[in-house]
């Protein structure tokens, strides 16, 4: 079929960016029902995309310390990834480097050790004790990580947090989607979502469902369709160290972590700037300087690069599941750990815009729309 | 300016002494250390840290650091990027393996 035929008659869904999520999203969707006509507009390569500067985390720790539903999600999230990970390599024939090994989220001061404590302890609460995790004093930490600096009093670990090749996860998600029958349009950005009398007509395209999913981009076109997704930029800076024998760091953290190649990255910085996306000489002597504080010997790795990209950030931290009530069919998924939540948004989100999830689901996913936000 | 990269290979350059892990090498002046590793016969010339592969330079542009070798002592020099110098010495962590 040409595309001007295909034009004529509508998607099934239109998905309005092609990111991780909106690739998740069209992931699961055409899995779920291989029949549907499934449609990603993306943007251009000069946009802001937090998908390819990531850190590529999967990661439960501290995550809905303050909202339970986004904890549970979190850890059902983490839980879907090795079963996800093992289909979509299958699939895409790309391994992604998916790693469930643990973390290690470090104290530097006793202080920072009893907040630890206090957020495990929440979050075990919130999730029924499925969250699983364990304190450490220094010398359990140092059994773990051996090399620790002299200011790491503590860490708290735990079993379920993981990584991947945020790079290949991406990539392997597209070319999965591409061999399933998804069609995908770069270049492609949407200016203006125009409301029909059954479904949306976007960039030229029509379809009866569409999903925002365009990263920094959702507060803009989500009010167009009469949805309220606030989102905002906050940048974080990453280096990356030459490679490292293997096994340098056996746990991921937030500060820093091995890649399967060995080099080691190192990140952790959140700045609100805007959209300036630059890396800036005392945001990365900062967080170099961290990762020295815990693990000294990094000092001698030489830096090999650096980048900076924009996390898409609701006033919360948690995702936002949004489904216009104006206008039937219509949907918002913004989220700032798209990484994390990869397997949950192939799986159980996908089924929610499906409508074909059952009742618990459905309202653990409903807890995180907008509501939370209204005034 | 925008001699080709290997020009000097095809007229009569003036040659440079260089050492390459303790032998001496006469190879043509102007190359990089990477062209000079290349043109001596030395394809791999460390291997990757994870992996133990043997590996080679492959970018000749900076950015790949697959060819880091310790020029006059200093270690993690990237080869495509210094041009041999008279008396240079120049050490790989791979001796003459030629894959
Ligand atoms: C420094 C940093 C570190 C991070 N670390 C982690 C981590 O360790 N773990 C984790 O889980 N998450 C992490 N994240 C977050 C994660 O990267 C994001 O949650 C995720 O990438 C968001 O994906 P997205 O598809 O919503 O957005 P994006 O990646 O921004 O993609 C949006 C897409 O929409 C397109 N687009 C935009 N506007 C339009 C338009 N009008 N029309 C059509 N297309 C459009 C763009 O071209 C782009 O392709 C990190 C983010 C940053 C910045
Ligand atoms: S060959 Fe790539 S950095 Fe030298």
Redesign the pocket.
Known sequence: MSPANNKLSPYDWII????????SIAYGLIQKQPQLRILV????DT?????????????VQGKGNDFPAYANWSLQGADLWPEFARQLSHKSQIDIAYQRQGGLEFALSQHQLSVLREEMATMSRHTQGRFQYTLLDRNAALALQPGLGEAVVGAAYSPQDG?VN?LYLLSALHKANRLLGVEYQSR????HIEVLEHGFNA?GSLAKHIVL??????Q??GKQLAMHLPVTP?????LITERAEAGKLPYAS?QMRQTAEGTIQI?GSHEHKGLDNRSSLDIMQTIANDAVTIMPELAKLHLVRSW?????MSPDGAPIYQRSTKYQGAFG??????????AAHAGLLSSWLLNTLDRDQKILIEAMNNDRFAV | MTDLLFSCLLKDSPMCPITVNGVEHQVPARLSVAAALLYLGNLAIRKHPVSSEARAPFCYMGVCFECLVIIDGQHKQRACLREVMPHMCIETAMVGVNP
């Open positions: 309005v960016g092609g990111g991780l999520v909106g690739a507009l993306d943007g251009g946009d802001h995309r937090a998908s390819v500067g990531n850190f590529g985390l999967i990661w990584q945020p492609c950005p949407v200016e960039a999913c365009a990263g920094l981009d959702n803009r076109l906050v940048k974080g800076q990453i937030p990140g900076s990209a924009l996390r898409v998924v913004c989220c700032h750990s798209g990484v994390s939540l990869a």
